[in-house]
């Protein structure tokens, strides 16, 4: 079957700052969105690689992916359930490997384990196990909760593009959590398997000062 993987990059990066969008700052050297496009246009299972970026970023976009071949640039929506939907909307897939441009690092190994998975489940998710203690509270700690049931969720996400679409309209306007809940809410099964810590996301300066430390600072 068709395999697409659509990696969104329509975000304005807040938490993190900077004069551009994070996807499209240099991470010692190379924009993250260009990072994360590389990871996944060489995996021999990934057909297509396909990219969702905001209004008005084509020129920014085309420069950071300048030479990789992503196919026509689809524009996305405000919230990162339209942005999911118009890329689907746009793409002819079987199988949609949902993924952030804001992950630059992405073993092919979890590639691998989530399209064996999504073979005979509706999608597959990589997750890892919680490390610190988790906690309800604001000023003051309001109750703890066990982290041995609880998981972190990543991307890519690995979904039959039909049943995904299919739970977004059930869901309506009320889908703005990841796609893994929304499967969830349509009574679909997700099947989890092990993620990588590669894979953290780059939300915060802290993010950005870590995966640049572990890239060699210099590194080009
Ligand atoms: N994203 C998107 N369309 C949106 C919002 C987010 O395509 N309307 C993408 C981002 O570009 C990013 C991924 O979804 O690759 C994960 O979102 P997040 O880390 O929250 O990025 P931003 O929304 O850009 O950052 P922030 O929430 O801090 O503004
Ligand atoms: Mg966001």
Same mark, same amino acid.
């Given at each position: 079957?068709?395999?697409?993987?659509?990696?969104?990059?329509?975000?304005?990066?807040?938490?993190?700052?900077?004069?551009?969008?994070?996807?499209?700052?240099?991470?010692?050297?190379?924009?993250?969105?260009?990072?994360?496009?590389?990871?996944?246009?060489?995996?021999?299972?990934?057909?297509?690689?396909?990219?969702?970026?905001?209004?008005?970023?084509?020129?920014?976009?085309?420069?950071?992916?300048?030479?990789?071949?992503?196919?026509? +640039?689809?524009?996305?929506?405000?919230?990162?359930?339209?942005?999911?939907?118009?890329? +689907?909307?746009?793409?002819?897939?079987?199988?949609?490997?949902?993924?952030?441009?804001?992950?630059?690092?992405?073993?092919?190994?979890?590639?691998?384990?989530?399209?064996?998975?999504?073979?005979?489940?509706?999608?597959?998710?990589?997750?890892?196990?919680?490390?610190?203690?988790?906690?309800?509270?604001?000023?003051?700690?309001?109750?703890?909760?066990?982290?041995?049931?609880?998981?972190?969720?990543?991307?890519?996400?690995?979904?039959?593009?039909?049943?995904?679409?299919?739970?977004?309209?059930?869901?309506?306007?009320?889908?703005?959590?990841?796609?893994?809940?929304?499967?969830?809410?349509?009574?679909?099964?997700?099947?989890?398997?092990?993620?990588?810590?590669?894979?953290?996301?780059?939300?915060?300066?802290?993010?950005?000062?870590?995966?640049?430390?572990?890239?060699?600072?210099?590194?080009?």
């Amino acid at each position: 079957s068709q395999v697409t993987a659509l990696i969104v990059a329509a975000g304005s990066g807040s938490r993190m700052g900077g004069d551009l969008p994070k996807q499209y700052r240099l991470l010692a050297g190379k924009p993250v969105l260009r990072r994360a496009v590389e990871a996944l246009i060489e995996h021999p299972r990934i057909d297509a690689v396909r990219v969702v970026i905001g209004i008005g970023q084509h020129s920014l976009a085309a420069d950071a992916l300048d030479g990789l071949k992503v196919g026509e +640039l689809i524009v996305g929506g405000a919230e990162r359930a339209d942005s999911v939907r118009a890329g +689907l909307e746009a793409i002819g897939a079987d199988i949609v490997l949902i993924h952030d441009a804001a992950r630059p690092f992405c073993p092919p190994e979890v590639i691998d384990r989530l399209l064996d998975a999504v073979g005979t489940a509706d999608g597959a998710v990589p997750v890892l196990p919680v490390a610190d203690t988790l906690a309800k509270g604001d000023q003051e700690l309001r109750g703890t909760v066990s982290r041995t049931q609880m998981l972190r969720v990543q991307t890519p996400q690995a979904y039959h593009a039909e049943d995904l679409l299919y739970a977004m309209d059930e869901a309506g306007k009320s889908a703005d959590t990841d796609e893994s809940t929304v499967l969830q809410n349509a009574g679909l099964r997700v099947a989890t398997v092990t993620g990588d810590e590669m894979l953290h996301k780059l939300t915060s300066a802290r993010d950005w000062e870590r995966a640049e430390m572990m890239l060699g600072g210099q590194m080009v």
